[in-house]
């Protein structure tokens, strides 16, 4: 009888260390609801407005579909930085109809993707391609969390970092996914023009 007690023992003390073990995996590979993304500008005084936040739909504020918050410093050549760690997938200059803009795409896990568009919002190439040029990471390589991206060229008052979140390649509000902190500063950012806004509709 002993034996057979101990064997239970230890029959059991197994099984409690494999759901342990279990569990402790699950809940590692729920990275969403930890994913705590920073802010993107590096000084919350550096941004003169938000005019536009997030929305899928035209019944907002701003008035039309916008997947994204778009940040507008108040002067040129103000730094932004990386939200989440991760991987830079892109770092490419594109033409958006007639205007220049540098995108750049950053995968913080298998789930999670951050895109940043620079847009100094000008129609003149060569500024375009001054702007490539403040872009201090490189496509294919690994980013720690508030690594330097580069500074803003603002040419005129449109010039703003267009910043989105997508979640298994769906554009997602990402209000759940920043720190208190973040979260807190950003819509002191939207409450200075705009009190009433929400950050996603």
Sequence with gaps: ????????????LISLFVACKGAGSEQNDEFGSGLDLTTPYVNEADIASINEAFSLHDNAPWGFKHVGIDFFPAKSLKP???????????????????????NIIISCNAEFILLYSFEPFTQDEKTGQ???????IKEGATVEQNEKIGNLI???????????????????????????????????????????????Y
């Design 154 to 200: 603002v040419t005129t008052n449109g010039g703003h970092v267009h910043f989105s979140l997508k979640q298994n390649n769906e554009f997602i509000c990402p209000k759940a996914y920043f720190t208190e902190a973040a979260y807190q500063s950003i819509m002191d950012i939207i409450h200075k023009k705009h009190p009433d806004w929400e950050m996603c």
């Design 130 to 136: 001054d702007q490539l040029a403040q872009i201090l």
């Design 80 to 102: 932004f930085r990386t939200s989440c760690a991760g991987k830079v997938d892109r770092v490419e200059l594109w033409q958006n109809g007639e205007k220049w803009q540098v």
């Design 1 to 12: 009888m002993p034996r057979f007690n101990s064997r239970v023992l230890a029959l059991g």
